[in-house]
């Protein structure tokens, strides 16, 4: 609780273990699962195979100056390795009630991708990490909430986990799946999804996934070694990536009638600040129902995109976005969650989160909605239990 006000992180992160895949895996892909073969930072770098993910080969590894920042800033957590014992502590010393924990990058993210090119393999993997999710947040299941990941390439399992984990492991979300190249949420069959989250009252999680990276142009210039050059446009990529990934999800969801098909489908925007929003919602007003509409539009929309958001959608924040003030303004203090990103290495600190918030020039009753009204629509009852 912070003056007086309770609080729910929306998006805080794992930093899953070296061993989450040979003691969780199911025994029978044991032998198939790939092995670590060492920690870079904070993310697994896998044995080479020839067909997963060689050695080494780790998309957008941050540089060394990101990992030298975690000891300062987490402390006995980074070396407790983030264990649910220091995180609760923590919680308790920064004054934060809830909160919602998703994966990092190339370990629980993992087992979704490694499930475009094994669909059998990367199910096991998925059930495992919701697994280890799922005991992790025993340590205190009032306080600590996850968000499961599915097995996008299989449309049948991913929805059998998606039920699995919500049902059975407690998940108050899913990850916005990851489809092979080609295949895109719109499509029909992904249907059966969005009627799970409207039955079972749970959203879906959007978080910067870089699926639209994978045609971005500065990853061709990644590789390139070029010091100081490089080190800038992988910065930029970053800055870029995480808003314009969203952006693109956001309008998918809306402009193709996903959210006009299922009014009771949620979705969370997570991890790419929030001041973009006002300029994107009247931009993609403008393309439905103004004048650069003439440039194409569906008739299946019955409302604007700025109204679909209001009634399905929520944004998270960060404490110290110099332009948060502005989207509290438009939306008027809705819509909107709170996150600290904890414990990645580009986090806010832990001690400045909830000052760095108060600070900000908005009203308390826009700051109460933000800290906890929102995440409870966002998330429905699920999140209280």
């Known amino acids: 609780m912070w003056n007086g006000m309770k609080v729910i992180d929306a998006d805080a ?3 899953e273990p070296q061993y989450l895949w040979e003691r969780y895996v199911e025994p029978k892909f044991r032998d198939r699962v790939p092995k670590v073969a060492f920690m870079d930072g904070v993310f697994m770098v896998y044995e080479p195979d020839g ?36 995180r609760l502590k923590d919680m308790d010393q920064y004054g934060w009630d809830i909160q919602v924990l998703l994966p990092t990058g190339n370990n629980g993210n993992f087992a979704y991708r490694v499930a475009l090119t094994d669909v059998e393999l990367g199910s096991a993997m998925c059930r495992a990490y ?21 097995p996008g ?26 489809l092979p190249i080609g295949k895109y949420l719109h499509e029909p ?21 870089y699926r639209q990276r994978r045609f971005h142009p500065f990853r061709q210039l ?14 930029l990529d970053h800055a870029l990536g995480f808003p314009c990934d969203n952006m693109t999800t956001l309008g998918h969801f809306i402009f193709t009638g996903m959210l006009e098909r299922f009014p009771k489908l949620r979705l969370a925007i997570l991890e790419s600040n929030a001041g973009w929003l006002p300029f994107w919602l009247g931009r993609m007003d403008d393309h439905t129902h103004g004048r650069n509409s003439v440039m194409g539009k569906s008739d299946k929309l019955r409302m604007l995109p700025s109204e679909y958001f209001m009634r399905q959608c929520m944004i998270s924040c960060d404490s110290d976005e110099r332009a948060l003030k502005y989207v509290v303004d438009d939306l008027k203090g809705e819509n909107i969650v709170w996150n600290t990103d904890y414990p990645h290495p580009d986090a806010i600190d832990p001690k400045r989160a909830l000052p760095d918030l108060d600070a900000q020039p908005i009203p308390d009753e826009a700051k109460r909605k933000i800290l906890w009204n929102n995440a409870v629509k966002l998330f429905g009852p699920r999140i209280l239990d």
Request: aromatic share 10%; hydrophobic share 40%.
């Open 13 to 15: 992160h794992m930093h």
């Open 189 to 209: 069959e992904y249907d059966a999804l969005w009627h799970l989250a409207c039955e079972l009252d749970f959203p879906i999680s959007a978080h910067g996934e």
């Open 51 to 86: 067909k997963i993910i060689p050695k080494g080969d780790l998309q957008l590894r941050p540089p060394p100056s990101a990992w030298e920042v975690l000891e300062q800033k987490y402390g006995e957590a980074y070396h407790q390795w983030w264990s649910p014992e220091i």
């Open 130 to 150: 919701n697994n280890w999710c799922h005991e992790y947040c025993s340590a205190d299941p009032k306080r600590l909430k996850f968000v499961a990941v599915l």
């Open 153 to 178: 390439s299989d449309v049948a399992e991913m929805v059998k986990e998606a039920r699995r984990a919500v049902v059975e492991l407690g998940a108050v979300s899913v990850r916005n799946p990851f």
């Open 222 to 235: 990644e590789g390139e070694r070029r010091g100081d050059t490089e080190l800038a446009l992988r910065g």
